[in-house]
């Protein structure tokens, strides 16, 4: 999946509900998320590792979503440029 394609999804299924929350409590909601991938990668459990990863990349598409940014822009650079 492209992350366009993420972020079109998340818009569709998440975009009214996430404007309501807001930029402050969906970064909050980002970061609880990274917490529980930090606990998966202590476990090891590769299906927790790939559930935790997908509700990262949600979070992340919403927020950004939220910004009015582009993942794909974004990652761009890793491509492009990557820093040294």
């Known amino acids: 999946m492209e992350m366009r394609t993420l972020q079109e999804s998340m818009a569709r299924l998440y975009g009214a509900r996430d404007a309501e929350r807001g930029r402050d409590a969906t970064f909050r909601w980002l970061t609880e998320e990274v917490g529980e991938l930090a606990k998966a990668l202590r476990t090891g459990d590769r299906a927790n590792l790939e559930h935790e990863f997908g509700d990262v990349l949600a979070w992340l598409a919403s927020l950004a979503n939220q910004l ?17």
């Open 68 to 84: 009015g940014l582009s993942l794909d822009d974004a990652a761009q650079r890793y491509v492009t440029d990557p820093p040294r």
